[in-house]
């Protein structure tokens, strides 16, 4: 099969010829139809992911067809179309008996843990626990970007923010995770300010249900929420894992609201300093968020065939597998606006 593979950190990704993966006994091999360029492949080509082995082939928001199913698989056959959470839990640890498959302990994620979907097969192992059927009429170019991105933004923002009608929500980055973000808190009801560096994204963010944006370049961000909000945001995601946009989301928090970082804070910024006074004298909650499991799907994917939420409107370029490298590499340029995603290989 065609796949996109490096064998150096931070040296440029070449399209090469490798051998079809084979199913193990409970896994299927997937042919992908589109899998999207995501910062965290950007993350893992740097060097940034202790987990990647080289020679290595990134890519883990895919959508695909079953194509090949190991003996031990009950529920899925040749031909299903199906996505799949970037974390795959392993089933048998005490947190996937829990429910809690994105926290698995033994997890495995495809494009980290093994080959990714750069390329024309992916394996997936544990099937019948972590693939997700596609519901009927979506695109695969829509289904990829739900594994990372809105997932990851359903999660952090229902589950992990609890974010009620009438609350006030800030989105610090506009780019995929952020702008799914946006699009489920309105959603939700929640009155939504989106903060960014580009005009175009923030425009966005407005198209799709943010009440208000924010230029990142204002000297006080934090400030401006507080003014707009009259006190603070309730909830507040720190969309892109920066130092300064995890500060300024902490500190636009009223009084016991709550900060989710989303955004994968790694490499230099694996350890920021962080607000501690206003956490401790405000009672502001810290939360993580990390993907979301399979078993909860159903309840996004039936906002989406409701018409509530509709995650194609955040696809943006569509690219062949050969324009794959040098889309991961501009991942830190914050160029691309919406997922790009590659749907030609
Ligand atoms: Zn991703
Ligand atoms: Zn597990």
Request: glycine content about 18%; proline content about 0%; overall charge negative.
């Given at each position: 099969m065609k796949a996109v593979l490096f064998e150096t950190f931070q040296e440029a990704p070449k399209l090469v010829t490798v051998p079809d993966p084979v199913p193990d006994a409970h896994g299927v091999v997937l042919k992908v139809a589109a899998t999207g360029v995501c910062r965290s492949d950007w993350h893992g080509w740097m060097g940034h992911d202790s987990d990647i082995e080289l020679p290595h082939v990134p890519g883990h928001e895919l959508a695909g067809e079953v194509a090949a199913v190991g003996k031990d698989v009950r529920n899925w056959k040749i031909g299903d179309k199906v996505t799949v959470p970037f974390i795959c839990g392993c089933g048998s640890c005490s947190e996937c008996h829990a429910g809690q498959q994105q926290v698995c302990l033994h997890q495995e994620q495809p494009g980290f843990t093994h080959w990714g979907s750069f390329a024309e097969y992916v394996p997936i192992h544990q099937a019948d626990l972590n693939l997700v059927a596609l519901p009927e009429g979506m695109g695969f170019d829509t289904a990829?970007?739900?594994?990372?991105r809105f997932a990851t933004s359903f999660r952090a923002v229902i589950?992990?923010?609890?974010v009620r009608a009438g609350q006030w929500v800030a989105v610090h980055g506009c780019g995929g995770v952020g702008l799914s973000a946006v699009m489920i808190a309105a959603a939700a009801g929640a009155n939504v300010i989106g903060v960014d560096l580009d005009p175009v994204k923030l425009a966005l963010a407005k198209e799709i249900g943010a009440v208000a944006a924010i230029?990142?370049?204002?000297?006080d961000v934090p400030g401006a929420i507080r003014e707009i909000t009259r006190g603070g945001a309730h909830v507040s995601l720190d969309?892109?894992?920066?130092p300064v946009t995890m500060t300024n989301s902490i500190l636009c928090l009223r009084p016991r609201g709550k900060h989710v970082q989303v955004g994968l804070m790694l490499?230099?910024?694996?350890a920021p300093q962080v607000p501690m006074p206003k956490i401790v004298g405000q009672e502001i909650e810290l939360l993580g968020s990390h993907g979301m499991q399979a078993h909860r799907y159903g309840a996004m994917l039936d906002m989406v065939a409701s018409g509530k939420l509709d995650p194609a409107r955040l696809v943006g370029e569509r690219i062949s597998l050969a324009e794959a490298p040098a889309a991961l590499m501009a991942?830190?340029?914050?160029?691309?606006?919406g997922a790009t995603v590659i749907t030609r290989f």
């Open positions: 990829a970007s739900l594994g990372c589950d992990q923010g609890k230029d990142g370049h204002e000297a969309a892109l894992g920066h490499g230099e910024h694996a991942m830190d340029s914050f160029r691309s606006v």
